[in-house]
C-alpha cells in the first residue's frame, strides 16, 4: 500500500528471489503506483510468479523492463516467454533481455509480438542464441514495428547481414 501513495518512478528489484507471494504483492501494487521503470534482472523466479507479475505490468504505467539474466525456475525454463509474449498489451517502450538465452523459438515469437508492440528500444546484447538466422528472423519485424534502436553486442552476428538490415531499414538505429 505503500507504493501507490509515493511518487517512485522506478523500482529496482534485481538480484531477489521473486516467489509467487512477491510478486503478488507487486501485482497488487503495480498497476495503481507510478511506477514507469522496472529492473527484475538477475531475479530467480517461477512461472507462476512470473504469469502474475506479466498480468500487472499489463495494467501497469511501467515502460521501462530489465529482464536481464533472469534465472529461470520454472521447470521448462519458459518464464521468458511470458515476458515476450505480453508486450504487445503493456505501455513498455524499452525492453532489455540481454544475457538470456534466447533461441530460435523465443526468437520467433518475439518477432511475432514486436509489431502490435510499443518497443522502440530493444537490447539483445549476449545471447548465444542471435545468430544469424535468428537476427533475419527478427529483422522481418523490423518494418512492421515501432523498434528505433537494437542493442546486439557480443551476438554471433555476421557484420554483412547487419549491414543489409540497416540499409533495408535506416530509421533503426543497430549497435553491435
Same mark, same amino acid.
Given at each position: ?6 511518487? #517512485? ?8 528471489? #521473486? ?7 507487486? /501485482? ?5 503506483? @507510478? %511506477?514507469?521503470?522496472?529492473? =527484475?534482472?538477475? %531475479?530467480?523466479?517461477? +512461472? *507462476?510468479? /512470473? ?6 505490468? $499489463? ?16 521447470? +521448462? ?14 505501455? %513498455?517502450? !524499452? =525492453? ?11 526468437? *520467433? ?15 539483445? !546484447?549476449?545471447? @548465444?542464441? =542471435? ?12 518494418? !512492421?514495428?515501432?523498434?528505433?534502436? %537494437?542493442?546486439? *553486442? ?17 530509421? $533503426?538505429?543497430?549497435?553491435?
Amino acid at each position: 500500500e505503500v507504493l501507490p501513495r509515493t511518487s #517512485i518512478t522506478t523500482l529496482d528489484l534485481s538480484g531477489n528471489n #521473486i516467489a509467487s507471494l512477491g510478486a503478488t504483492c507487486l /501485482a497488487f501494487v503495480l498497476p495503481t503506483s @507510478k %511506477i514507469t521503470r522496472l529492473d =527484475i534482472s538477475s %531475479i530467480k523466479i517461477d +512461472q *507462476k510468479a /512470473a504469469e502474475t507479475l506479466v498480468a500487472a505490468l $499489463v495494467r501497469s504505467k511501467v515502460e521501462y523492463l530489465n529482464v536481464t539474466h533472469l534465472k529461470d525456475d520454472s521447470p +521448462q525454463h519458459t518464464v521468458i516467454y511470458e515476458f515476450i509474449n505480453c508486450l504487445p498489451r503493456t505501455q %513498455i517502450r !524499452e =525492453i532489455n533481455f540481454s544475457d538470456n538465452s534466447l533461441g530460435y523459438e523465443k526468437v *520467433k515469437l518475439l518477432a511475432e509480438v514486436l509489431p502490435g508492440s510499443q518497443v522502440r528500444t530493444l537490447s539483445l !546484447e549476449n545471447n @548465444k542464441g =542471435i545468430n544469424n538466422a535468428t537476427f533475419k528472423l527478427l529483422s522481418y519485424a523490423i518494418q !512492421e514495428s515501432r523498434l528505433e534502436q %537494437i542493442f546486439l *553486442k557480443f551476438c554471433s552476428i555476421n557484420n554483412a547481414i547487419v549491414k543489409e538490415v540497416l540499409f533495408k531499414y535506416p530509421q $533503426v538505429k543497430i549497435v553491435y
